[in-house]
């Protein structure tokens, strides 16, 4: 039931070479309308990421430690040797972050945003199993997850959840959705049935917050385990 990398990324994506003039990847930028090209390798393979905090090095080491002609003790410029090193690279291969953070487009989209919340990254670069550029995920790709229509994700959970994966009786389970948040009302034969009704309905796409009002007929909780 998990959304893939696949079923969100961009495909068509705007690539540079490793060496790619500074400007040449300024105007990349520009005409893509994006904030940041994978660099990649004759093979298709992925080098690394450059973006547009990348590019602006350039212009704030200089602002920041050569205004009126002054430059700093060696001491000082050693605390920014990554500022540094950006700030006179004139092409691709001397400005990127590498290596690029990457995943498969068979990852699944909570995956994806795991990812970039541990490396505090915007987007990754989507790689086929032989390390080449597949494509391209964003965090506003993810959020589109939540934009899918109440009425589909109400029939995903009715249908493949409670009919098809659970294998009991969900007759007199209700299920309503409004703007995200499901709501799950009526009556199952047994309490542990009822959970796991509720966590497996979390877990559809497009899924907001579950609302659990179900009642059961048994209460086998505390048969759990013994």
């Known amino acids: 039931m998990r959304m893939t990398v696949a079923d969100v990324m ?14 040449e990847v300024a105007e990349t930028l520009i005409q893509a309308g994006v904030s940041a090209v994978p660099v990649v390798g004759d093979d298709r393979r992925v080098l690394g990421m450059v973006s547009e905090a990348d590019l602006l090095r350039k212009e704030e080491f200089r602002e920041q430690f050569y205004r009126e002609g002054y430059r700093p003790p060696l001491r000082a410029r050693l605390r920014h040797p990554k500022g540094r090193r950006k700030a006179e690279g004139d092409t ?100 542990t049935e009822a959970a796991i009704a509720a966590r497996m309905a979390a877990r559809v796409n497009g899924v907001v917050d579950v609302v659990d009002k179900l009642s059961w007929r048994q209460d086998d909780a505390a048969w759990v385990g013994r």
């Open 92 to 191: 691709a291969a001397e400005l990127m972050t590498s290596p690029a953070v990457t995943i498969t487009p068979a990852s699944t989209t909570v995956e994806a945003a795991r990812l970039m919340d541990e490396r505090d990254v915007k987007r990754l670069a989507v790689v086929d199993y032989d390390g080449r550029l597949a494509g391209i995920v964003s965090r506003r790709d993810l959020v589109k997850v939540f934009l899918r229509p109440d009425e589909d994700i109400a029939r995903e959970i009715r249908d493949e959840v409670l009919d098809k994966t659970l294998w009991v009786n969900t007759d007199g389970v209700r299920v309503e959705v409004e703007r995200g948040v499901v709501t799950l009302s009526g009556q199952m034969e047994r309490r």
């Open 10 to 23: 961009t495909e068509k994506v705007v690539a540079v070479s490793a060496d790619t003039p500074f400007k």
